[in-house]
């Protein structure tokens, strides 16, 4: 059980023992990813443990009771040293103020099947957090609560407040028929609970709701949370990076820093939970506020090549298009990660095209990085077999690295995002871009499409 939470009554007279806790404050936060060594930057890896740390120090300063982490709390299962000593140096601030961390496993923090042991575990027996997970076995799904002893529970009670917390780690697809057995399983102890005085309910879950994320597929379907409407009063979610709630329970805030471009325009950080825990009522009132928090910023410019006829012409067009958008890269004292996107048809031959060249005429402006993607389409004009019914030589190749993908069982569960991305690199390394961009490009599609494959 955690500690009892504070009292706010400053009004009572001198010697009356505080029973009557007026307001109970948590903090849910999910998707930290720290020691993610974002385009192989250092810089980017301790971004993510400044957004850790912003968080811990608004946690202490705003009169907090909890903090709850909805998974992912690490980006990889195999941590370095200074994500672990940094993990704990700013957990350990929590610890010395008495604020227990309640955390559950993402699919970024479960440890390797053959392993059975992951850093979160370790972390847990080492008390900066307190690890909740459901019990299974061949009778169904159990529920115990936390014990300081043997450090595992599937449930912790913040004493004094009738405030009780589940966590249900990531299951994966799972996620629905465990959904199914938990409201049974809550159904049923149902009054034993409200014997033992739990009022408001907190449900942590590493999934999402289908279809606030497009790049995320398997999801449960909003209908699916229904059966745990009327047993829980605040679901608390991680997994999808932009904040959103949904059927005015179920909420999620999204990640603290940038984990994938597609989600850099989103204002995202953590919600402050105030629960009205002073009232006799048997569902207490709550509030929740999302807090946004500071993050790297992320440049995303498009670039239209149409009807530049050469690649002297094209250098000297792109400059003049980044000296219209030099504000931008100094909107902040911090350093932006920029991505240009090249639109448009491409007039001249394509072995004359440069990308190295539009490379180093964004770096005066000193950017952090730049990844520059080539969207663009030749206009070359191409002769067909007229017995061919495909629009393109492009379509070919793409209909070729589908098959390819969809014959081999990595690739399979997303041959068409893959068959994409195989022509992209082709394009970028006839391009002439550097092997670093190319790298960095690469890597950044590979996660964007793993986590869609993840569900």
Same mark, same amino acid.
């Given at each position: 059980? +955690?500690?009892? #939470?504070?009292? !706010?009554?400053?009004? @009572?007279?001198? %010697? *009356?023992?505080?029973?009557? $806790?007026?307001? =109970? &404050?948590? +903090?849910?936060? #999910?998707?930290? !990813?720290?020691?993610? @060594?974002?385009? %192989? *930057?250092?810089?980017?890896? $301790?971004?993510? =443990? &400044?957004?850790?740390?912003?968080?811990?120090?608004?946690?202490?300063?705003?009169?907090?009771?909890?903090?709850?982490?909805?998974?992912?709390?690490?980006?990889?299962?195999?941590?370095?040293?200074?994500?672990?000593?940094?993990?704990?140096?700013?957990?350990?601030?929590?610890?010395?103020?008495?604020?227990?961390?309640?955390?559950?496993?993402?699919?970024?923090?479960?440890?390797?099947?053959?392993?059975?042991?992951?850093?979160?575990?370790?972390?847990?027996?080492?008390?900066?957090?307190?690890?909740?997970?459901?019990?299974?076995?061949?009778?169904?799904?159990?529920?115990?609560?936390?014990?300081?002893?043997?450090?595992?529970?599937?449930?912790?009670?913040?004493?004094?407040?009738?405030?009780?917390?589940?966590?249900?780690?990531?299951?994966?697809?799972?996620?629905?028929?465990?959904?199914?057995?938990?409201?049974?399983?809550?159904?049923?102890?149902?009054?034993?609970?409200?014997?033992?005085?739990?009022?408001?309910?907190?449900?942590?879950?590493?999934?999402?709701?289908?279809?606030?994320?497009?790049?995320?597929?398997?999801?449960?379907?909003?209908?699916?949370?229904?059966?745990?409407?009327?047993?829980?009063?605040?679901?608390?979610?991680?997994?999808?990076?932009?904040?959103?709630?949904?059927?005015?329970?179920?909420?999620?805030?999204?990640?603290?820093?940038?984990?994938?471009?597609?989600?850099?325009?989103?204002?995202?950080?953590?919600?402050?939970?105030?629960?009205?825990?002073?009232?006799?009522?048997?569902?207490?009132?709550?509030?929740?506020?999302?807090?946004?928090?500071?993050?790297?910023?992320?440049?995303?410019?498009?670039?239209?090549?149409?009807?530049?006829?050469?690649?002297?012409?094209?250098?000297?067009?792109?400059?003049?298009?980044?000296?219209?958008?030099?504000?931008?890269?100094?909107?902040?004292?911090?350093?932006?990660?920029?991505?240009?996107?090249?639109?448009?048809?491409?007039?001249?031959?394509?072995?004359?095209?440069?990308?190295?060249?539009?490379?180093?005429?964004?770096?005066?402006?000193?950017?952090?990085?730049?990844?520059?993607?080539?969207?663009?389409?030749?206009?070359?004009?191409?002769?067909?077999?007229?017995?061919?019914?495909?629009?393109?030589?492009?379509?070919?190749?793409?209909?070729?690295?589908?098959?390819?993908?969809?014959?081999?069982?990595?690739?399979?569960?997303?041959?068409?995002?893959?068959?994409?991305?195989?022509?992209?690199?082709?394009?970028?390394?006839?391009?002439?871009?550097?092997?670093?961009?190319?790298?960095?490009?690469?890597?950044?599609?590979?996660?964007?499409?793993?986590?869609?494959?993840?569900?």
């Amino acid at each position: 059980m +955690i500690g009892m #939470a504070h009292v !706010h009554d400053k009004d @009572l007279p001198k %010697g *009356l023992k505080k029973t009557i $806790i007026m307001r =109970t &404050r948590l +903090i849910h936060a #999910a998707d930290i !990813h720290l020691g993610y @060594l974002q385009y %192989g *930057l250092d810089e980017r890896a $301790i971004d993510f =443990t &400044r957004a850790l740390e912003h968080l811990i120090t608004e946690t202490i300063q705003t009169d907090c009771q909890c903090l709850l982490i909805a998974g992912d709390f690490f980006h990889n299962r195999s941590i370095d040293s200074q994500t672990l000593y940094s993990a704990t140096k700013l957990l350990e601030r929590l610890r010395e103020a008495g604020i227990p961390v309640v955390v559950i496993e993402g699919n970024h923090d479960k440890a390797y099947r053959s392993e059975g042991y992951s850093w979160l575990s370790y972390l847990n027996q080492m008390e900066y957090i307190r690890l909740l997970s459901f019990n299974f076995s061949d009778e169904g799904i159990q529920l115990s609560p936390f014990d300081d002893k043997t450090r595992s529970g599937s449930y912790t009670d913040i004493a004094g407040t009738g405030i009780r917390i589940y966590g249900l780690p990531w299951v994966g697809a799972q996620t629905r028929n465990i959904m199914s057995a938990v409201s049974d399983y809550l159904r049923k102890v149902r009054a034993d609970e409200e014997r033992q005085g739990v009022r408001f309910r907190i449900l942590m879950m590493h999934t999402g709701v289908d279809g606030e994320d497009p790049r995320l597929k398997g999801l449960p379907a909003g209908n699916d949370f229904r059966v745990l409407k009327d047993l829980v009063n605040y679901i608390a979610l991680g997994h999808v990076h932009k904040p959103y709630t949904y059927d005015g329970y179920i909420y999620n805030p999204g990640s603290l820093e940038t984990v994938n471009i597609e989600e850099a325009k989103e204002k995202r950080g953590y919600y402050q939970i105030d629960v009205q825990t002073d009232t006799a009522a048997a569902a207490p009132e709550y509030s929740a506020e999302l807090i946004i928090t500071p993050k790297r910023p992320f440049l995303q410019l498009s670039y239209i090549v149409d009807g530049v006829q050469s690649q002297e012409e094209l250098l000297e067009d792109f400059t003049r298009f980044l000296r219209r958008h030099k504000q931008e890269f100094a909107q902040t004292e911090e350093k932006p990660v920029a991505h240009i996107y090249l639109r448009g048809n491409l007039a001249f031959d394509r072995t004359a095209f440069n990308m190295k060249q539009l490379y180093e005429s964004v770096t005066i402006y000193k950017p952090l990085h730049i990844i520059i993607h080539d969207n663009t389409d030749s206009a070359e004009a191409i002769d067909l077999p007229e017995d061919d019914t495909r629009s393109s030589i492009q379509s070919m190749e793409k209909d070729i690295f589908y098959q390819m993908a969809l014959s081999d069982a990595r690739f399979a569960n997303a041959a068409e995002q893959w068959s994409q991305i195989m022509q992209n690199l082709k394009q970028h390394s006839l391009n002439g871009d550097p092997a670093e961009a190319i790298c960095d490009w690469f890597i950044e599609e590979y996660q964007r499409v793993g986590q869609s494959d993840q569900g």
